[in-house]
């Protein structure tokens, strides 16, 4: 399946954001969700059709203007699974920010056999502010996971300050150097003035300003997917976004 | 391509510090996550499949810059140009100087760490300096004195005459040797079966090199970025040590 949305989200010049596109196909629906009185506007991908499925190409593509806020949300996990004859799928996640983008969905799951690669570009303005969590959980309860990477790519003022590849399944390593036989691995990226500006460390998990730009990337491996989120998140403290009425799904406390 | 010259480069006892280094195994060690052979060489295997791979490609990639397309030569293939002065002083035909800038900007992208990144140009800077010392060639570059140490690679088989392979090779080898030996070190193994491990792994640099040769001329963001989270955290941890035997 060839799918594509596109969200574009603009300052209503009265301090809010509005949507001026929120298009999309299955099984990529971009619906309109949150407060409409809060400063941001906030849109949950609904999963239209089962996927990412062997042989999909997927697009999403967001737009953020200045001084707009727009928070992205998944409903559920994304279960990457297989097709047969065994096929590659891609989801390829360009996001232009010149204001404020927090891209939070939930995690993506390899199924056993899938082949999945999540490719990110990021284009930050000077100024700009992101989150960015990328999840991965090595297959569902108890079965051996696909094969699923996310290769990230993010430039601040065209200047690429993060690049990085994460993997996980049959063909990635899974030895002491990279992810020590966990389930869960993930990153959360945090630009702007809020980044935390001091490294510190826990055996399982990281937070580390990068090199040249306002920024820190947090890490973590963990047992399963609610505790790679409370790690990465740190309790919501890290998401700044949290939006204090998200439902116990999203494995928040609050 | 003088054969020894690559040796000279390569060689654990050249004066650049390495033996200071132990490649994120030192951490490894203390989380219980390395504590024999077996975990050992897998340890070695996930460290050479990312920080191995990317180190190769940015060696490789600043020694193309340094010494231009015009030098490159099929693998093993034709003659090469240089082989008649071994090990000698090279003039610098095409320097992109702002290329290896660039590369040294990739390495950051790739290295959240900072502890990993201060390493680095720890290494980079101690491999420049011996480099300038042992052949006076050696170009200065816009990645500065303390260029990280894949990129110092570059630079210095670039002026030891070597070709973008062999820096990819010294890259991706010195790292396995370095996590090995810290490893023999640290945990009182047997040096001949930690070093069957070294060999068992040499067609994978081999691999590695020749990929990294083919592969020199990319975009900076097209090249390999396999990223090791737990190199990551572990460098952090270790980094907050008071005492510790090795810098990182």
């Known amino acids: ?254 | 391509m003088s054969l020894s010259t690559l040796l000279v480069l390569a060689d654990g006892r050249l004066p650049a510090g390495a033996h200071a280094h132990s490649g994120g195994v030192e951490a490894a060690v203390a989380a219980g996550r390395v504590h024999d052979l077996a975990t050992l060489r897998s340890f070695l295997v996930g460290r050479t499949a990312t920080a191995g791979e990317v180190a190769a490609a940015f060696a490789a990639a600043t020694c193309r810059a340094l010494t231009g397309p015009q030098l490159q030569d099929a693998l093993g293939g034709s003659p090469d140009r240089r082989g008649d002065e071994p090990g000698g002083p090279r003039a610098f035909a095409g320097v992109d100087s702002d290329r290896v800038r660039e590369l040294d900007d990739g390495i950051d992208a790739r290295t959240a760490s900072p502890a990993l990144r201060a390493a680095s140009r720890a290494q980079g800077r101690a491999l420049l300096r011996a480099a300038a010392r042992i052949w006076p060639t050696t170009p200065s570059t816009t990645a500065g004195k303390q260029p990280h140490h894949p990129v110092a690679v570059g630079i210095a088989a670039a002026a030891a005459g070597l070709r973008p392979r062999e820096a990819a090779l010294v890259a991706v080898y010195g790292g396995i040797t370095g996590s090995a030996s810290a490893a023999v070190r640290l945990l009182g193994l047997d040096p001949y079966a930690v070093h069957a491990l070294v060999a068992e792994l040499a067609p994978e640099c081999d691999r590695l090199a020749a990929r990294a040769a083919d592969r020199a001329d990319l975009p900076v963001d097209d090249l390999p970025a396999g990223s090791a989270i737990l190199l990551d955290i572990g460098a952090e941890q270790h980094a907050t040590w008071e005492v510790r035997l090795f810098a990182s």
């Not at chain 1, 009185?37 to 990412?52: K, T």
């Open chain 1, 1 to 254: 399946m060839r799918a594509e949305a596109r969200v574009v989200a603009e300052a209503d010049g009265r301090g809010g954001t509005r949507l001026s596109t929120v298009y999309g196909e299955p099984p990529l629906l971009p619906r309109r969700t949150g407060h409409r009185h809060a400063g941001h506007a906030e849109v949950h991908l609904v999963g239209g059709a089962a996927g990412p499925l062997g042989g999909d190409e997927l697009r999403i593509h967001v737009e953020v203007g200045p001084d707009a806020h727009l928070v992205v949300r998944t409903v559920a996990a994304s279960l990457a699974q297989p097709s047969h004859p065994p096929r590659h799928s891609t989801l390829t996640i360009t996001a232009t920010v010149h204001g404020t983008l927090a891209w939070l969905p939930e995690p993506t799951v390899a199924v056993t056999g899938c082949d999945h690669t999540t490719r990110s570009i990021v284009d930050l303005c000077d100024g700009a502010e992101l989150l960015w969590r990328e999840e991965l959980i090595a297959g569902r309860h108890d079965e051996p996971s696909g094969d699923l990477r996310a290769a990230t790519t993010v430039r601040c003022g065209g200047r690429t300050i993060l690049r990085h590849d994460l993997a996980i399944g049959p063909s990635a390593d899974a030895g002491p150097a990279t992810v020590g036989g966990a389930r869960a691995v993930g990153t959360l990226l945090v630009v702007g003035p809020h980044a935390p500006t001091r490294p510190t460390a826990t055996s399982t998990g990281a937070t580390m300003p990068l090199a040249n730009a306002p920024a820190a990337l947090i890490s973590a491996t963990a047992s399963d997917a609610a505790g790679l989120r409370r790690a990465l998140d740190g309790d919501t403290v890290n998401t700044w976004a949290a939006d204090p009425s998200a439902k116990p799904g999203n494995c928040r406390k609050n």
